[in-house]
């Protein structure tokens, strides 16, 4: 009798154990960094989606997409110019089938689907500093693979360099680059309306 309670009491400890151990890894934000989060922004797709941009700019006149009403429309331009450009890199790894879906049905990229956020209105010839694309909210995770000690975003410069900012940095940079647009609108004529 004393050896089944003890079988017992080890089984629910394990499986509570357990159980705490799926829990606390559901949540993203709180996984063990050896579990990986396929939520999160993936480092190889940010390098293909960084290099495509780079090459649309070349073949526009040193401008990264634009035109469109809405910034993702804009971006949209980019799968539209190269058909070799994969549009999955544009999200996380657990978005990329729906996203592929979706873009092959309606040609658009929806905002719940792209992990992502552009700042339209860019050239490659702009300060480096600027944000090109960034994590369209705050984590800790750097990429699928790193988990950062603080929250912040991935975001690529102008430059083409991506870089994990504190959230603090990132609003900073982003208020930047959204006034050097602004200043941009009001100096080119037809860029303020998306043209």
């Not at 700019?57 to 980019?78: I, M, Q, R, T, V």
């Not at 912040?152 to 991506?162: A, K, Y």
């Not at 982003?174 to 309306?193: H, K, M, W």
Request: proline letters at 6%; aromatic letters at 10%.
């Amino acid at each position: 009798m004393a050896k089944r309670v003890i079988i017992i009491s080890i089984v629910a400890v394990l499986a509570l154990l357990g159980a705490s151990v799926w829990w606390w890894n559901a949540n993203p934000e709180r996984r063990f960094q050896f579990l990986k989060n396929e939520t999160a922004s993936c480092a190889n797709c940010r390098k293909q989606f960084g290099m495509g941009l780079r090459i649309y700019a070349a073949d526009h006149e040193n401008w990264f997409p634009k035109g469109k009403p809405d910034p993702l429309e804009s971006l949209a331009l980019l799968a539209e110019h190269d058909p070799q450009f994969q549009v999955h890199v544009m999200t996380s790894h657990d978005k990329q089938t729906p996203l592929r879906r979706f873009w092959s049905d309606h040609r658009r990229l929806p905002e719940h689907l792209v992990c992502y956020r552009y700042n339209a209105g860019l050239r490659i010839e702009d300060p480096g500093d600027l944000i090109l694309l960034y994590h369209n909210k705050a984590t800790r995770w750097e990429c699928s693979l790193h988990k950062a000690r603080q929250v912040g975003r991935p975001c690529m410069d102008v430059g083409g360099s991506w870089t994990f900012l504190p959230e603090e940095e990132f609003a900073r940079r982003q208020q930047r680059t959204e006034e050097f647009l602004r200043q941009r609108g009001s100096e080119v004529p037809g860029l303020e309306d998306g043209s």
